[in-house]
């Protein structure tokens, strides 16, 4: 599809990435959001609906939250997971065949690649939408969309916010599309903590700090008192083209009920977009501000319910 600014018309368009996205259309989202999750009922919002989930990589959550979406507005999903072992694919066809394919069948297509910029190379190929559930280290939008209304619906706004992300903010698509998202609105400080080897690129990084401030940090002593939120997220392991380099940094910045008792506040939320392999302790599971298994999980489906209405469904 060749325009994808959003500018308030979700319909019909792809959902590439998160600059995609005024204020505006961020607020629309919420507000819809907010309806479905407080008990609105929107059960036939799709009804006749079909929605294609090609997964070139591994998923639970993100995968497991859009089927559950598009079931609970009355839609219907084709599940193709691991396509390069069980379909087409691991004959040799292309990216771009297999969506013309699968768009014959579905009014939209959810795709998960391991390659940054499969999901643009997927839209310039389809005349249906398709909504980028991951590409390589590039973006994760309904990921980000989804942590923005968690910040957003705990804090009450998405500016003058002091935020800690934590982990691989080289790989981390996740972040990449937090970071870029809470760049649409101003006085946002950004504390990057991560091994020297996991920071952004030097280019990425400069081109951020433009609308946002960054301040990257090694150490946990650096962490600010009383942030608004904290951010950690997992060493991809799968990232690494030696293990020995991985496990010199997998654990080095792990969340333990100490570290959050001396450096969040009181109204500090701690979020992950999961999975967790070792970085935040049980521990601190029951801890009130711990939300990223229970509000963040939940809120995904909120959201991604939300966007496909805007995206498929009638108003």
Not at 286 to 293: E, G, S
Request: hydrophobic share 40%.
């Amino acid at each position: 599809m060749a325009n994808n600014n959003i500018d308030g018309k979700f319909k019909d368009k792809d959902v590439l990435s998160l600059t995609q996205f005024s204020i505006q259309d961020l607020q629309q989202l919420f507000r819809l959001t907010k309806k479905i999750k407080y008990s609105h009922d929107f059960s036939s919002s799709l009804r006749g609906k079909l929605v294609t989930l090609l997964f070139y990589e591994p998923s639970s959550r993100t995968f497991g939250s859009f089927a559950a979406a598009v079931k609970r507005l009355g839609g219907n999903t084709i599940d193709i997971l691991d396509p390069k072992s069980f379909s087409s694919v691991s004959k040799g066809e292309t990216l771009e065949d297999t969506i013309k394919v699968f768009e014959s069948y579905s009014d939209a297509i959810v795709i998960r690649h391991p390659e940054i910029g499969a999901a643009q190379k997927a839209a310039s190929a389809a005349e249906i939408p398709i909504i980028n559930a991951g590409d390589g280290i590039g973006e994760h939008p309904t990921q980000a969309l989804l942590d923005l209304f968690t910040i957003y619906e705990n804090c009450g706004k998405l500016d003058n916010l002091t935020g800690v992300i934590a982990g691989d903010i080289l790989n981390g698509r996740t972040v990449h599309s937090l970071i870029k998202g809470l760049t649409k609105f101003k006085k946002n400080t950004l504390f990057l903590l991560s091994p020297k080897s996991l920071r952004l690129t030097r280019g990425e990084y400069e081109k951020l700090l433009r609308n946002i401030d960054l301040i990257e940090i090694d150490a946990e002593k650096d962490l600010p008192k009383n942030a608004d939120f904290w951010y950690w997220t997992r060493v991809q392991k799968e990232r690494f083209q030696s293990i020995d380099n991985y496990n010199k940094v997998k654990h080095q910045f792990v969340v333990t009920k100490k570290l959050i008792d001396t450096y969040a506040g009181k109204k500090t939320i701690l979020m992950h977009p999961l999975p967790r392999v070792g970085e935040i302790l049980e521990e601190v599971d029951d801890d009130p501000r711990a939300l990223y298994l229970k509000t963040q999980v939940k809120n995904g489906m909120f959201v991604r319910m939300a966007l496909l209405i805007l995206v498929l469904g009638k108003k």
